[in-house]
């Protein structure tokens, strides 16, 4: 009897832990919509000049807008990458390039050294 009363107290508790956790869900999309549509009514009534000094209709603000979005997504994006890369020590295309040409002077070093090297040893 005391075994069935703690599994029912438990499965309550946790119903009513998961019932919490929906409503503060729920409470955080309001919160995110409300938030949403504030931003939306300012954006609207917000009055955007374009080059000639004429207020933009509100499909160039859009257009206008996206396009702002667009290039700072972009430079987020490049910098993350950059960070990404500088991890990794992944080496870029100038530095292999310059590890080729460092490899081909040392080749041709060797080349110079074993001709000195065959030249002395054909004199003895």
């Known amino acids: 009897m005391k075994t069935k009363t703690i599994l029912e ?3 309550l508790s946790t119903s009513l832990y998961h019932l919490a956790k929906e409503t503060q869900l ?4 309001n919160e995110i919509s409300e938030k949403g549509k504030d ?5 609207a009534t917000e009055k955007i000049i374009d080059d000639d000094g004429n207020e933009m209709a509100f499909i160039d603000k859009i257009i206008f807008k996206t396009a702002q979005a667009r290039q700072e997504l972009e430079d987020k ?3 993350l990458i950059v960070k ?12 292999i390039r310059a590890l080729k040409d460092q490899l081909e002077k040392c080749d041709q070093a060797i080349a110079l050294l074993e001709a000195r090297l065959n ?5 003895k």
Not at 39 to 43: A, R, V
Not at 87 to 95: L, R
Not at 119 to 123: A, I, K, N, Q, S
């Open 119 to 123: 030249h002395l040893e054909v004199d």
């Open 77 to 79: 994006i490049e910098e």
């Open 39 to 43: 931003e939306l009514n300012h954006f």
């Open 84 to 95: 990404f890369y500088k991890k990794v020590n992944i080496a870029h295309t100038d530095e």
């Open 9 to 11: 107290l438990l499965t």
């Open 26 to 29: 729920i409470d955080r999309f």
